[in-house]
DNA sequence: CGTCGTACCGAACGTTGTTCTATCGTATCG
DNA sequence: CGATACGATAGAACAACGTTCGGTACGACG
């Protein structure tokens, strides 16, 4: 038993992928780790092989991301198209937007990517379809459809990207929850002048402890109260 | 005149910087050149110093994004501030984001950065503050007003986020134009199958040299007008 | 004059995306 | 059956990045 590489028995063995192993397991990486996580290196680790064996997949590391946040968006879309659908397109409008936030709850590096190349053949482009069904049910102008599309979809990456931040070290660390990192946030702002933050004031026991679900349906509702008023019905 | 270092006449010299000199020339990098092209190396070369020396001013490139973002949030606040404010807080509501998203159109990389920190004592937290102050007028309860307000930001962030990408590389170049890239996905819409895309071919003629500042306006119109709503007036 | 704190900087470190080049295994073909 | 082509894999190297380390210049102060 020298130091030479034994070429017999456990010898380095060649790893064997496919699109889909690798798809699955960056966004195993994404979805443990956060975007940072998901390196050339690490995902080749997981994979058992080489760095370069996933460009021979994939291009580039954007390509990577857009492949894997449409394999993700997949799965988003069949649970939107299985919404039961009702006689209100509005209805079906805010439950089909609940639905996409909702995955973005629980895959937050979603937010950063999704919608950013509404690419042709792509799950996000289908997805805008759905969404801009509903509104031709609804008595407005091409222009008109256009922008409450528009307008839902950016209610959504609104609130996502407030929760697709990466959070701070010590929630990560676990030294600190999401509701004490708050809470602290709340506390400084308690101690700011009432004369200069008369607003900050009123709003900060809401700010406390808030539900990042609650704000979102707020924010939804609002543009749906008013696309409602539009359409005149 | 050997090949030692001369320590007379143009000898090397020492750069001398300033806070504000170092914030500004960032805000310069990111204006001319997005996110990217702001390294602490292009940043070392324009202030005629070290790399290192940035450090002294700044303890992370995430505090120096956060302090040029800060920086250029100052102009905005008192853009903001010198709007003349009129008897109905929706308008005035609209007008500052307005003018928010005025900023963020002139300076794209604004709108991944901005609001990431609504930090204690910092330009966004007093521009939440004034944009709060409106909902203060309206007849809403602390929790609505705290939804209204992450509303109206949202929508510009949903909206800023969409135009703060960087521009596919052949815009830069010069090859094409922002036009003939936003046709060129108009075209390629327009292949597709009406029976599968009905909503994507209503639309198509509208997304085909759109205005990045019409949609946030409509989509901004339309939360404010489910808000004028909720406040009964 | 010596010391201390401020301001500064070159060089190096570790990590990242990416490319180059070489290899293995298997099907195909003369 | 051997040669060849191609799909698939991988190690090593590269450039660029954020960051750290050690050290230098210099005015202020005792």
């Known amino acids: 038993m020298t130091g030479l590489q034994s070429r017999s028995g456990a010898g380095r063995r060649r790893a064997s992928h496919s699109m889909e192993s690798v798809l699955t397991e960056a966004v195993a990486l994404l979805d443990e780790a956060g975007a940072p996580a998901l390196t050339f290196r690490a995902l080749a680790q997981r994979l058992g ?7 021979w997949y994939v291009a580039s590391k954007e390509e990577l991301l857009d492949r894997a946040t449409d394999h993700v968006m997949g799965a988003v879309l069949s649970d939107v198209e299985r919404l039961p659908g009702s006689d209100d397109p509005i209805d079906d409008l805010r439950a089909m937007a609940v639905t996409l936030f909702g995955a973005i709850v629980r895959r937050p590096w979603l937010g950063a990517y999704f919608m950013r190349n509404v690419d042709v053949q792509g799950n996000s482009l289908r997805l805008y379809e759905k969404l801009g069904r509903q509104t031709l049910r609804l008595n407005l102008t091409a222009h008109q459809r256009f922008h409450a599309v528009s307008a839902v979809v950016g209610v959504v990456v609104g609130s996502a990207v407030d929760m697709g931040q990466e959070p701070p070290q010590e929630i ?17 702002w308690r101690e700011l002048d ?3 933050f008369p607003f900050v004031h009123e709003i900060v026991d809401e700010f406390d402890g808030h539900d990042d679900v609650d704000q979102f349906r707020s924010a939804l509702d609002l543009t749906l109260a008013g696309l409602r008023l539009q359409a005149g019905a």
């Open 49 to 55: 092989g080489g760095v370069a064996s996933i460009y």
């Open 172 to 188: 990560l660390d676990g030294a600190a929850t999401r509701e004490e990192f708050l809470g602290r946030f709340a506390e400084a």
């Open 194 to 196: 009432p004369e200069d």
